[in-house]
């Protein structure tokens, strides 16, 4: 059973890099045809989906993050994959997920439908960006 779980520091300063890593364990980052995704929720409010990394290595981000970077790349010899959102303000503050599923449309569509559950979720990491 594939499981995932977040890492990274717990508190970023304005203006600087957020970074996390998910790691993944009973399975691989490169088993066909899995979707990795980064998805946050801010205190108080719904799901937000931040973007991919594909099997295949392939990437797609969400149009509401591209006024800034955001990475997201993966490591397979660590069966890793990481987010870095640079340039963070205190509305990133967010609790922030990893998760996967093999459908591209559950991924797309999981943070608006509700009748919609991903395959496998880390347990969430906490990041508050603040001075």
């Known amino acids: 059973q594939v499981q995932l779980q977040e890492s990274g520091p717990g508190l970023v300063k304005p203006s600087q890099t957020l970074s996390l890593t998910c790691t993944v364990s009973g399975g691989s980052i490169t088993t066909p045809y899995y979707y990795w995704s980064w998805i946050r929720q801010p205190p108080g409010k719904g799901l937000e989906w931040i973007g991919y990394i594909q099997y295949s290595g392939s990437t797609y981000y969400s149009p509401s993050l591209k006024s800034r970077t955001t990475s997201i790349s993966r490591d397979t010899s660590k069966n890793q994959f990481t987010l870095q959102l640079t340039s963070v303000t205190p509305e990133d503050t967010a609790v922030y997920y990893c998760?996967?599923?093999?459908?591209?449309?559950?991924?797309?569509?999981?943070?608006?439908?509700?009748?919609?559950?991903?395959?496998?979720w880390g347990q969430g990491t906490l990041v508050t960006v603040s001075s």
């Open positions: 998760a996967a599923d093999p459908i591209l449309h559950n991924i797309v569509v999981v943070t608006t439908d509700k009748d919609i559950s991903l395959e496998v």
